[in-house]
């Protein structure tokens, strides 16, 4: 079955690169370091050219200020293993969409206690959210504080039940 998460993310089919994407796969989001940046769905591609690899990455928004601490990351990951030149380009189009995620890395927001945006339906319904799930005691009933959180791509939220306050990955 052909995802919205494979389309925008294809693996490598060649074995070099493969081994390349698996590498740059484990640098983590300096933002939310539970994440890699495959969990997160920013690494886009990876290839060999004659000049070196090159790695493209989506930002979770066109004005991130981690792209610069990933892009160092990636670099230092590969060279790491032996790679000298290495390109790291920033893609804006089309832009990053939580449809990315993978869902090893929503499992790993709400473990940290960031709720994590729900997947889009495939079948073409548009679900009504009821609310966002308190990651702390699974409650649905939230209320947002605050459009941003943390970094730009979070919101903050509160739980009514356990009062506890939480960020929210935003989905768009």
């Given amino acids: 079955m052909v995802t919205t998460e494979s389309v925008a993310r294809p693996r490598p089919s060649d074995p070099a690169d493969r081994r390349l994407w698996d590498i740059a796969a484990t640098v983590v989001d300096p933002e939310v370091p539970v994440l890699t940046i495959e969990d997160l769905g920013i690494l886009r591609s990876v290839r060999t050219t004659g000049a070196g690899v090159v790695v493209e990455i989506t930002p979770t928004y066109s004005g991130c200020p981690a792209v610069d601490a990933i892009r160092d990351d990636i670099t230092t990951a590969?060279?790491?293993s032996g790679i000298e030149n290495v390109a790291v380009n920033v893609v804006l189009a089309p832009a990053w969409t939580t449809d990315w995620m993978?869902?090893?890395g929503r499992?790993?927001?709400?473990?940290?206690?960031i709720a994590p945006p729900?997947?889009?339906?495939?079948?073409?319904v548009?679900?009504?959210g009821l609310g966002?799930?308190?990651?702390?005691?699974?409650?649905?009933?939230?209320r947002e504080t605050s459009h941003f959180g943390s970094t730009s791509c979070k919101a903050l939220y509160?739980?009514?039940?356990?009062q506890e306050p939480f960020d929210y990955f935003k989905g768009h």
Avoid: F
């Fill in 158 to 162: 509160v739980c009514l039940r356990c």
């Fill in 78 to 80: 590969l060279k790491g």
């Fill in 102 to 104: 993978s869902q090893a």
């Fill in 132 to 142: 966002i799930r308190c990651p702390h005691c699974g409650s649905l009933h939230t």
């Fill in 118 to 124: 729900a997947p889009r339906r495939s079948d073409g």
């Fill in 107 to 113: 499992d790993k927001l709400d473990e940290y206690g």
């Fill in 126 to 128: 548009v679900g009504l």
